[in-house]
């Protein structure tokens, strides 16, 4: 590829410039010299004419002088010729070009002591455009040298191929050193603040009594929290959040304090870790189907990943005093929006599978039709949009109070499709995205409500058969929106 020299229409003006300067000094010489050597001779001329004139200008012989005038207004630079009398009177006025006329030379004509007459000889003026004319060859040539230096700079002061390749290293060098500088920034903010959180609780933990402790509670030693501790915990989360403005209104905060009461009771009387049955998986409970790159695959379930955003484990480094109670607020939302959301007549014959609980990977809701004519993959990219906005709700408020909050992704597949949504989500998925893994039959259902799009540069088939939600049509945008404030101020049941 060919580069320009770096300011090339710069230099451009830069070499007109010059030109232009350079005429005009010439201009202004040559009208000098021009100016100087026609005084001489205009003195010249006048002296000439006294002499040749004194007899007839002395008898005032006008015709004479005439005669001998008109010799003179032959000269190209003479314009005019005005003789007059000793008294002052004109005698003969030679030549009339008044647009011409230029500097005048005055003598007087003498006959020894005595005063005979005056000659007056007006030169023309120098023309400005005579002289260009006469200096053509010097004024065409100057422009041709000012050109050919300005298309040797072009070709000259072009980068080298070292250069552009030593400049492409600097801008590289510069951006990832600016990258660095900011992920370095967001990462100490985000320490600061999980500090101030801890310091904060901890002050608060000493103005209280200790309630509860932990046991074991199973055979592989992990460590569970009693239902007294959960409980106590979470009450003293809530009232601090009551204190300082909560992020959302007292009934949201009876509900959630009731589900997690239910939740630590069951987790108390079974002993066991939360997780569905019949799976291996420990952290989402994924069913160990065989996947399926099928896009005509039959399906009549769906499966919808609600995964933390969490690039620097902060979820994990949190003391479980507080991340207890913000895991039961997530899962009350998720469930609430749930329970919100398939009592939509649109939804009409989707069910859910199970109870979705959120641990420090995520959470799973299962969902299916039970009919043909059930919309369970709609259902499952609703129910995916829907939490996105609750979370989103949800995390700026807690920002705004300085306190721990993890935006979330979101990822919706048939239940063939749930590991391989698991890795997409890991590899690919961004903050407060919505990954879809579906058959074409499934893609048919939403493609009516929703706009999407596919991942860019793919470098595996599962990528390269997944979508990302860009977007829904006004009502369904509507109709989430309008599930999300039954959400938010639902009323708790057993207030």
Known sequence: MMYL????????????????????????????????????????????????????????????????????????????????????????????????????????????????????????????????????????GSLFLHLLLWLLYGYIARPTKEQINALSHDIQDLHREHSRQEGQRTQDRQSAGTSMMDNEHSRVDDGRNQAGSQTTANDNNKATVSTTTIHSELNAYLKEQQTHGGLTDSNIVDSVTNTVDDDTNRTAASGEKDQIPGTDSVAYGFRSNPSKLS?????????????????????????????????????????????????????????????????????????KADNSHAKVALAGVMLGKLYLMLNKIIHDKHIELSRFALPVKAGVSDSAQADAMTQLLESVGKKEQMLILLPNSGLKQIGNHVQVQSLKRPTTVYERECAVFDGGNDAMIQRLADVRNAVLMTESDNQ
């Open 295 to 367: 896009a005509t695959r039959a399906f009549d379930s769906v499966n919808v990943h609600i995964v933390f955003h969490d690039e620097y484990n902060m979820l994990e480094r949190l003391a479980p005093e507080m991340r207890m109670p913000y895991l039961a607020l997530c899962t009350q939302l998720l469930n609430q929006a749930l329970v919100e959301l398939l009592k939509q007549p649109l939804l009409l014959g989707v069910s859910a599978i199970n109870e979705p609980h959120f641990n420090e990977k995520g959470a799973y809701a299962e969902l």
């Open 5 to 140: 020299a770096p300011r090339q229409g710069l230099f451009a003006i830069i070499v007109l410039v010059s030109f232009c300067l350079q005429t005009l000094l010439l201009v202004i010489s040559t009208d000098q010299q021009l100016t100087k050597s026609r005084a001489q001779k205009g003195e010249q001329m006048v002296a000439q004419l006294i002499d040749e004139a004194r007899l007839s200008l002395e008898n005032k012989d006008r015709v004479s002088l005439s005669v001998i005038a008109n010799r003179y207004t032959i000269e190209q630079d003479v314009a005019r010729i005005l003789i007059k009398d000793n008294n002052n009177d004109v005698l003969v006025p030679v030549g009339n070009a008044p647009m011409q006329q230029g500097a005048t030379i005055r003598q007087i004509a003498t006959k020894g002591d005595a005063v005979i007459g005056s000659v007056s000889l007006t030169l023309k003026d120098i023309s400005k455009g005579e002289i260009i004319a006469m200096q053509w060859p010097f004024v065409i």
